[in-house]
């Protein structure tokens, strides 16, 4: 069976599409970084649909200074899917159980608003660790 050929027209918008997929993995510019858990048991729990969630969320609220990523499973996988957020002035979490609506939730409390969506929080630097200024997952390193 032959493939259809693509119109000039298709072909710029996929070259659009797929520029803005590798735009929003580049993490030069990027001043948050959010892992998406995408194991096995992560895949199997719903991890390509938070994964596309998110990515639908960052272009709905024009989040240009958000870097995505997709990692092997966060170690967590009694809560996939999992997904952690490092941004500046903010501790480093891994949320769990992220469905398509926390997804949402954490778009708009924890990256916009700089709150944490604490029921869903299952991984965080210790108080003791946050105190001590020179942690390397406080600093970002």
Request: hydrophobic fraction near 35%; aromatic fraction near 2%.
């Amino acid at each position: 069976m032959a493939q259809k050929k693509m119109t000039l027209e298709e072909l710029r918008k996929l070259r659009e599409d797929k520029k803005h997929s590798v735009e929003v993995r580049d993490t030069g510019s990027k001043t948050v970084e959010i892992t998406v858990g995408m194991g096995t048991s992560g895949i199997a729990s719903g991890a390509k649909e938070t994964l596309k969630t998110l990515v639908a969320e960052l272009e709905k609220h024009q989040l240009t200074h958000v870097a995505v990523r997709q990692s092997g499973g966060l170690g967590l996988e009694h809560a996939e899917p999992t997904m952690e957020v490092r941004m500046p002035d903010m501790p480093t979490v891994i949320y769990g159980q992220v469905s398509p609506e926390i997804v949402r939730r954490i778009v708009s409390h924890h990256i916009i608003g700089h709150e944490l969506v604490d029921e869903h929080i299952y991984d965080r630097p210790a108080a003791d660790i946050l105190d001590a200024g020179d942690h390397p997952i406080v600093d970002g390193e």
